[in-house]
């Protein structure tokens, strides 16, 4: 269980993107977005910028991109840029709305009585650091644009609030079935150990802290370590 923000807790979804069965948050205002091409050429030069754009923004950081550096890459023309895009906030949540899918995942899967609730655990945090390391650089960018551009900041932290409700509520329901403790609060305890799961993946996939040894963090080391820390926290059963 963790969260998409080194710094606002949020929680990441792989394939489906919902949460308890209800669609989660756009990452990025829907307003921003114009109506799809209606031609397949169309569709196929709006493609292209939105790729481009991803592309330039993760190299140059979003204060530093130029529009003109999008259409450079996207290898079409500067003024084919305003048949889609307004403006550089336009085409920044076009990307992050297409990336949406596979940067975010729900957070810990629903447990089952049949389940092992640390083997669950695991698995969620496995796929969330696994969707944060292939977008490193995009998170490295949403980082940039929540302290510039206040609207992508209200929609990051309003899905942030979002998803630590949904982890409150799993953790509400191991408590009702007496695996989590019962006596610290489900929404503190998943802010603070959410949080805690997002800013150690900013630090090893966006920094690139190294350890003592200046090796990298190893990644299944980190996987249980953050694991064994969340289910610690919550007293579960012991593991051995």
């Avoid at 802010?191 to 200046?214: H, I, K, P, T, W």
């Avoid at 090796?215 to 969340?230: I, Q």
Wanted: aromatic share 8%; hydrophobic share 40%.
């Amino acid at each position: 269980m963790a969260s998409d923000s080194s710094t606002v807790p949020a929680m990441n979804t792989t394939a489906a993107d919902e949460m308890d069965g209800e669609k989660a948050p756009p990452m990025a205002p829907l307003s921003h977005l114009r109506e799809p091409p209606a031609t397949k050429r169309g569709a196929r030069t709006r493609a292209a910028l939105v790729k481009a754009a991803r592309k330039v923004f993760e190299r140059d950081g979003y204060l530093d991109t130029r529009l003109t550096d999008i259409t450079k890459e996207a290898q079409c023309a500067a003024g084919s840029f305003y048949t889609y895009f307004a403006n550089k906030e336009e085409v920044l949540a076009a990307v992050l709305l297409e990336a949406q899918e596979d940067m975010l995942h729900p957070g810990m899967a629903r447990v089952e009585d049949a389940d092992d609730p640390y083997a669950v655990l695991e698995a969620s945090n496995r796929a969330y650091l696994l969707a944060y390391k292939r977008n490193a650089k995009l998170m490295a960018l949403l980082e940039q644009v929540a302290q510039v551009e206040p609207e992508f900041r209200t929609f990051r932290s309003r899905r942030a609030d979002e998803f630590i409700r949904r982890n409150a509520r799993g953790i509400a329901d191991l408590q009702a079935r007496g695996v989590a403790d019962r006596e610290v609060d489900p929404m503190l305890a998943s802010r603070a150990l959410s949080g805690m799961v997002s800013v150690m993946a900013y630090n090893a996939f966006v920094l690139g802290e190294r350890q003592e040894d200046g090796t990298p963090v190893d990644f299944e080391e980190l996987v249980s370590t953050v694991t064994r820390l969340w289910a610690n926290a919550l007293r579960f059963p012991d593991q051995g």
